[in-house]
């Protein structure tokens, strides 16, 4: 069991690491090419912060644990809205008014729609997968197309790194990610036959939140910043890019079954988590610190749900 513990703590610590590293990269290189903040949160650190789900869902396949990949992206799902816009909002408060995400909001329910649609016709497999990677390419093309009519409006001082810094960063985030993605897996699949949890509630747990402190970690300091923009951006298209990229590279590689616990709850509080922020994006209102404590104490709730 110490080894086991071992391993998914140098995992998470390597997840971490190469997220933020592969963030930094990301944004420094996204700054190069003159892209706004409001695109650079939905794309490029939006792809950076979900890159640990990634590796994580694609090593479990590999390893014969698809429950740890499918759980991994729901689990992240919620954490994401519930944990990663909770405590930052906790925190210092997000403000909205400014920022117009209305669009990116309806994509990721409409994502997230698309997979329960998907899960209640059986095992997500390459056709499913292939449903998924277009639909991911059709947001994309609208990013890029919105990301052609905005300018870059970070501070100047975020634009200092240099071609060499950006590669550096880069090449840590992807050689650290797909060791602690394998560690990671390695750990908690062990963990879980040894104390005969299922890997579909390990997945939904312990390896969504550690998958999900990228961008736990981005959204904090983005809201301490006071850069609304890049928090919520990077949770709304992390959601995205969970559903529409993860779970249709995965579905390539090998088939997804959908446990029956998935299908009666978990796929229903993801949809419900990514429902949540619609009043503060249309209505334009403050996620203060009492809408950061309802955030967490909901999360809480679910943890105590599946456990």
Do not use: C, H, K
């Not at 792809?47 to 759980?71: K, Q, R, W, Y």
């Not at 906790?90 to 998907?118: F, N, Y």
């Amino acid at each position: 069991m110490i080894v086991e513990l071992l391993l998914i703590l140098f995992g998470l610590a390597a997840l971490v690491t190469g997220g933020e590293f592969l963030v930094r990269g990301a944004v420094g290189l996204s700054l190069r090419l003159g892209l706004p903040a409001l695109i650079v949160g939905l794309t490029v650190v939006a792809f950076g912060t979900s890159a640990p789900e990634m590796i994580v869902s694609v090593a479990a396949v590999l390893n014969g644990s698809p429950d740890i990949a499918l759980g991994n992206v729901i689990g992240s799902n919620i954490a994401n809205i519930l944990l990663v816009l909770g405590l930052p909002a906790l925190v210092s408060g997000i403000a909205t008014r400014d920022t117009d995400l209305r669009e990116s909001w309806v994509m990721m329910i409409a994502a997230s729609i698309l997979l329960i649609a998907m899960a209640f016709m059986g095992p997500l497999g390459r056709p499913q997968g292939a449903i998924l990677l277009a639909a991911l390419a059709t947001v994309l093309w609208r990013q890029i197309t919105t990301a052609r009519q905005g300018s870059v409006d970070l501070p100047a001082g975020d634009q200092a790194a240099g071609w060499r810094t950006i590669l550096l960063w880069l090449l840590i985030g992807l050689i650290a990610l797909p060791v602690g993605g394998q560690m990671l897996v390695a750990g908690a699949t062990d963990i879980a036959r040894q104390l005969g949890i299922s890997e579909a509630v390990i997945g939904l747990t312990l390896v969504a939140v550690g998958t999900s402190l990228p961008e736990l970690a981005t959204s904090v300091i983005a809201a301490l910043r006071g850069r609304a923009d890049l928090a919520l951006g990077n949770v709304i298209g992390s959601n995205i890019f969970n559903i529409l990229s993860i779970l249709g590279v995965t579905a390539l590689i090998g088939t997804l079954p959908v446990p029956a616990q998935m299908l009666r709850l978990d796929l229903w509080i993801m949809l419900a988590a990514a429902l949540l922020p619609a009043p503060f994006l249309f209505r334009g209102w403050q996620l203060n610190r009492l809408a950061g404590a309802a955030l967490l104490g909901i999360y809480a709730i679910y943890l105590g749900m599946i456990l």
